[in-house]
């Protein structure tokens, strides 16, 4: 299948500081990709459409200001947290649609952040 | 009323028995169906996708469909306890390419 790599896989940050999550679509290009967010013991949540050459699209609830997505070329997408917080703290997964498939959508391994 | 709701847990089969996974939906007009596999700390794993109403197999999974009822189910036959993870449903709507609606996610575990 389609394959989705994520960097890095946990992170450590500070109280403060900006973190950037990158994902890459390794063997097909992919002009949407999604970012979605899960807190312990929940099901994900998307927060936001990442269009290639365009702005993202953030759904209800997710400050842009805050969590900045850059979708720079066909196979990579970044999520930015800035001024991190603990309670950003959480495993953050992007996915991206697989072209052969009708809207089937691979996951990244994910990316561990905790805001200390 | 949650968009997708998946049948509560924690679910427990024997091993070799036919675990059944349930899952339904508000939206009438959700296009594709999926169900993923997550095991602790990984992300989802894609393990059946459904379009038409009617059933799907794949190996041991059995996905079924009825946009009748907005109902769609995952079958497991001969559960290993390699199945124990937990299961998400996720929907997606014909006007929101790839987005996708998750449940709530049913934990499901295979004993020996």
């Known amino acids: 299948g389609a394959v989705v790599s994520q960097h890095p896989s946990w992170v450590i940050c500070k109280s403060g500081t900006s973190v950037k999550i990158e994902c890459r679509s390794l063997d097909f290009q992919a002009t949407t990709m999604f970012w979605y967010r899960q807190f312990p013991k929940q099901s994900l949540m998307l927060m936001a459409t990442s269009n290639e050459g365009s702005k993202a699209t953030y759904e209800q609830g997710v400050e842009k200001d805050k969590f900045l997505i850059n979708h720079a070329s066909l196979t990579l997408s970044t999520l930015t947290v800035t001024s991190a917080h603990p309670e950003d703290s959480s495993f953050y997964i992007c996915?991206?649609?697989?072209?052969?498939?009708?809207?089937?959508?691979?996951f990244g391994p994910g990316t561990r952040l905790t805001v200390t | 009323q949650k968009e997708v709701e998946q049948n509560s847990g924690p679910l427990s089969v024997p091993e070799g028995a036919i675990a059944s996974l349930n899952c339904t939906y508000s939206d009438r007009v959700s296009q594709s169906f999926f169900w993923y596999r997550q095991y602790s700390g990984k992300s989802p794993e894609l393990i059946m996708s459904i379009y038409s109403n009617g059933d799907k197999e794949d190996g041991r999974f059995t996905a079924q469909l009825n946009k009748a009822s907005q109902y769609v189910s995952l079958l497991i036959r001969d559960s290993q306890p390699s199945d124990s993870a937990t299961y998400l449903c996720a929907v997606s709507l014909s006007t929101s390419y790839g987005k996708l609606t998750f449940g709530q996610g049913t934990i499901l575990t295979v004993h020996p």
């Open positions: 996915s991206a649609p697989f072209s052969g498939g009708l809207y089937e959508q691979y």
